[in-house]
């Protein structure tokens, strides 16, 4: 529910949310009293979610549920306290969108966390978690990376730079990226796929 995700629940009037008890819970409770938490959420998005509730159009989850066939939600927390990260089957096998569980590649290529963060151990553990429900380490893709637009195709020549077909398989990765992961942190991520 922060402000870059949340943001923008009034230009999908008839959606229903897909949410944990947990992220409800953190963006309402007691840890909102810290402004070196609450400065990532807009209170006006959280009242936003609050009305959407009321319209019955959130949907709570506890954990992992499957939404339709090939797409569910797996909890993570680390960032959040509801962190939750999505798995699509695709052509090319299993993709999560790992969202803010890894900001860049590098957060969990090098084992240095994205420094907004609820709890150091599950952002780890999401990063191991992320690496079991995708099909490789080709198939996490970030939230926030600008990468993942020049790794994967555009969906159609006016969506150049907006929108990538993460279907299909991304082009290799620049030298100084590979190059980063591999000085990094303790490869937590390369060791988890092995
Ligand atoms: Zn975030």
Same mark, same amino acid.
């Given at each position: 529910?922060?402000?870059d995700?949340?943001?923008t629940?009034d230009?999908f ?36 979610m ?9 949907v ?7 939404l ?15 962190m ?52 490789s ?11 993942? $637009?020049? #790794?994967? +195709? *555009?969906?159609? @020549? =006016?969506?150049?730079?907006?929108a %990538?077909? $993460?279907? #299909?398989? +991304? *082009?290799?990765? @620049? =030298?100084?990226?590979?190059?980063? %992961? ?11 796929s092995?």
């Amino acid at each position: 529910m922060h402000f870059d995700h949340a943001g923008t629940l009034d230009d999908f009037p008839n959606a229903r949310v897909h949410l944990q008890d947990l992220e409800m819970q953190f963006a309402t409770g007691r840890h909102m009293l810290h402004q070196g938490i609450r400065f990532a959420f807009n209170v006006e998005d959280v009242v936003a979610m609050v009305r959407r509730l009321y319209q019955e159009k959130v949907v709570f989850h506890e954990g992992d549920q499957q939404l339709a066939p090939g797409v569910s939600v797996h909890h993570l927390g680390g960032h959040t306290m509801g962190m939750q990260v999505v798995r699509v089957w695709t052509q090319r096998g299993w993709v999560v969108l790992a969202s803010d569980a890894s900001h860049f590649y590098a957060n969990m290529q090098t084992g240095r966390p994205f420094p907004v963060l609820y709890n150091v151990a599950d952002m780890f553990a999401g990063w191991r978690r992320c690496a079991e429900l995708a099909d490789s380490d080709e198939h996490i893709i970030p939230g926030h990376d600008p990468l993942t $637009l020049q #790794l994967y +195709p *555009a969906v159609s @020549p =006016e969506l150049e730079g907006i929108a %990538a077909r $993460l279907d #299909l398989p +991304p *082009a290799p990765m @620049p =030298e100084s990226v590979v190059d980063a %992961a591999s000085t990094g942190g303790s490869m937590l991520f390369k060791q988890a796929s092995e």
